[in-house]
């Protein structure tokens, strides 16, 4: 059964009626308990809970339920309905809810099972085409199958355009059109540049219709969704092009406040946490704007956003395209070393630890190519994060290693606090200027990267 997260929200008895009344029978259902919940985004909370008896159960309370994809849930049985209407009947035979389901007094969920049928339908439809193009080698057979899936999804896309007419103005509209794709029209004649036309109008048109500022949509897995397919998939990915588009949606979220505090939540934490490398200044700008500005004041804590300030504090300096930190160490005679010093095309900082796992597998595999590096005019420089000697000069020894090894045994710097060396190993790899070009990649990319820097310095240098 599907991990949920529970906040049981009880309501008080009020004598006088019940404003949401939802019955459920649920035959081949020995549970004894029942639970009502609603998505929230990628989260499930509960709203009720009931006591079933021989599989029937009454959900009711005084406050009206916001619209959105609601739950049963037992721990044996779960199914989704539509909440808009507030009192209505579900019955169903476990475990096959969605062919079972009968619905009483809720036209609304009569429209969401049968969306539900058809997509089984077109699933089974859909599975020996799929498993046929994984098996076949031939471009002529997968050209073929590709053509009987091109008419699956026309009937898929006919089928919601219906529905979505039908319950025009409904959740499930709003619903089926979080799920569509925009449909490019054909090119015009004469258009110089088709690609960037379809492309174009595709990013133009991916919001059309949708409010994300709807109560009932937030209530559903699809618009969280579609705001990381847009951002990472229509959106070029480079970070003013996503701060521009960030801003837009925050903007457009600000009517509501429960829709702006869960997309600047949703935002910084995605941002924060992203693997591509120059995407730490989306996070910083997020927190720069918004937060530090007081626009998230109302629910969060100033232990929260001293976390939020002493991180981009960490981060800036290494946005890339800076000068690298001031960086003096020690080499293993107790020599005192400045990287600036280090004259290379390419200089490698590898942060280690000799107790990290990692960092054992990795270092060996990536002194390898040190020899082909050198040859290529890359330094690399070992960086100790350890203060234990005896340690660093153990793992250097053990692997030979017989590049630029230093260390900071008696904690005189701050780089790790400069690096924003959170884990180990931490790569930065430095133009001849010192400037970052590169962060925090594997350690095992580094030979490729490099050949891709140089590939980028030699059409530089033959289209200046």
């Known amino acids: 059964m599907r991990n949920l997260i529970f906040f049981l929200i009880l309501f008080p008895f009020i004598a006088f009626g019940q404003t949401y009344s939802i019955k459920t029978t649920i035959h081949n259902s020995t549970d004894t308990v029942a639970y009502l919940g609603h998505h929230f985004a990628t989260q499930r909370y509960l709203d009720d809970t009931a006591k ?8 009711e309370g005084t406050k ?4 959105g994809i609601y739950f049963y849930y037992t721990p044996n049985n779960y199914f989704e309905f539509l909440i808009e209407e507030q009192k ?9 809810f969605v062919q ?12 969401f099972y049968k969306l539900q049928r058809f997509t089984a339908d077109m699933k089974t439809k859909s599975k020996p085409i799929l498993d046929q193009y994984d098996s076949t080698s031939t471009e002529a057979q997968k050209k073929e199958i590709k053509a009987q899936m091109d008419v699956l999804n026309k009937q898929v896309v006919a089928f919601q355009n219906e529905l979505k007419e039908e319950y025009k103005g409904t959740l499930l509209a709003k619903l089926i059109l979080l799920m569509q794709s925009p449909e490019v029209p054909d090119i015009p004649e004469g258009t110089e540049d088709p690609d960037l036309y379809k492309y174009t109008y595709y990013k133009n048109h991916f919001w059309d219709g949708i409010d994300i500022t709807d109560p009932g949509i937030l209530r559903s897995p699809l618009l969280d969704a579609k705001i990381n397919d847009y951002l990472d998939n229509v959106v070029v990915q480079l970070s003013d092009s996503v701060i521009k588009e960030v801003d837009i949606l925050l903007d457009e979220a600000k009517p509501s406040k429960e829709t702006f505090r869960y997309l600047l939540i949703t935002l910084v934490n995605k941002y924060e946490r992203s693997p591509i490398i120059d995407f730490d200044k989306v996070f910083v700008h997020i927190v720069e704007k918004y937060y530090l500005t007081g626009m998230a004041d109302d629910w969060t804590t100033g232990e929260t956003l001293d976390k939020l300030k002493s991180r981009i504090a960490m981060i800036k300096p290494n946005f890339i395209g800076n000068p690298a930190p001031e960086l003096v160490l020690w080499d293993t005679l107790g020599t005192e070393v400045n990287i600036r010093d280090i004259d290379a095309q390419y200089t490698v900082l590898y942060f280690y630890d000799p107790d990290c796992g990692h960092c054992k597998k990795k270092t060996p595999e990536l002194y390898s190519h040190y020899a082909d590096l050198i040859a290529k005019g890359v330094e690399i420089v070992g960086v100790c994060t350890s203060t234990d000697e005896k340690k660093w000069k153990d793992f250097i020894q053990k692997d030979g290693l017989e590049w ?6 008696n904690s005189q710097t701050y780089f790790r606090y400069y690096y924003d060396i959170r884990s180990t190993p931490t790569v930065y790899i430095l133009d001849k200027d010192k400037k970052i070009v ?3 990649i594997d350690a095992l990319d580094i030979p490729g990267v490099i050949d891709q820097l140089i590939k980028q310095d030699s059409l530089k240098a033959e289209n200046p």
Do not use: Q, R, W, Y
Request: hydrophobic content about 45%; glycine content about 4%; proline content about 5%.
């Open 100 to 111: 079972s389901m009968k619905i009483k007094n809720s036209s609304l969920n009569e429209g």
């Open 64 to 67: 009206e339920l916001t619209p």
């Open 88 to 96: 209505f009947s579900l019955e169903a035979t476990a475990p096959d």
């Open 52 to 59: 079933v008896i021989n599989g029937k159960a009454l959900f």
């Open 438 to 440: 590169v962060k925090k």
């Open 404 to 409: 630029i090894n230093l260390a900071d045994l």
